[in-house]
């Protein structure tokens, strides 16, 4: 979100946490589907103009039947997630880390080789890495042990681009940088999704060019340090959180 706060300052960002459900990860593609149908009916009734389907694992498995249902534009992580790596790598060799669901989707292996037919992509599943931000641990000992047992052998494989595929897994940026070497590169996908995002608007010709940006931020459940996650997934202090029901 902060990604997309930055470069569209004049438009109302709606949010909404699923933070009663989460993680999806771990959850089957029946499940992940109906919860993404909830939370699009409910962004809906908001009024927005366009939804960005933040969640990887939402993306990866419920993205087509969201783009075919909804009567508004529904953009993913993945497909731009999946451009910037292939736009960065010299050796056509990617990594991929994110959920249980997500990697076992193939979501991010079908969209990169949809680009390029030979690259060569490793994936490993690192479910980890989703509690351990939640729980606001983000440079410690823990998250090194983790990172180092979850990437272990990972630099061997000749990757020179790894895709954080995850929104979680940008806040273990520097952890997971010192484990895979300086040079693999990291792909964030929240910034190029707020590009494509950008563009998506200007396309349909409903950008807003002007405004105050407003921010309204809604949760399924208030967790006890849920402005402190939300203020590092943000980059800046929350606004006021309201708790509902789906």
Known sequence: M????????????????????????????????????????????????AIVVACNTASAVALSELSRGLKIPVLGVIEPGAEAAIAKSKRRAIGVIATQATIAS??????????????????????????????????????????????EGMHDEGIDVLILGCTHYPLLKNAIQNEIGVDVQLVDSAETTALALEQLLISRDIKAVE????????????????????GNFLGCEPPNVTRVDL
Not at 29 to 40: D, G, L, M, N, R
Not at 213 to 230: M, W
């Open 2 to 49: 902060s990604a997309i706060r930055e470069r569209l300052p004049n438009e109302t960002l709606v949010y909404l946490g699923d933070t009663a459900r989460v993680p999806y990860g771990s959850k089957s593609p029946e499940t992940v589907i109906k919860y993404a149908w909830q939370c699009s009916n409910f962004l809906v009734e908001k009024g927005v103009k």
């Open 106 to 151: 193939n979501a991010y292996g079908k969209a990169l080789k949809s680009l390029d037919g030979e690259v060569r992509v490793v994936s490993r599943a690192t479910p980890l890495f989703v509690p351990l931000v939640e729980e606001g641990w983000v440079d410690n000992e823990v998250v090194a042990a983790a990172v180092k047992r979850y990437l």
């Open 211 to 230: 405004g105050a940006g407003l921010h309204r931020l809604y949760v399924t459940d208030l967790l006890n340090k849920f402005e402190q996650i939300a």
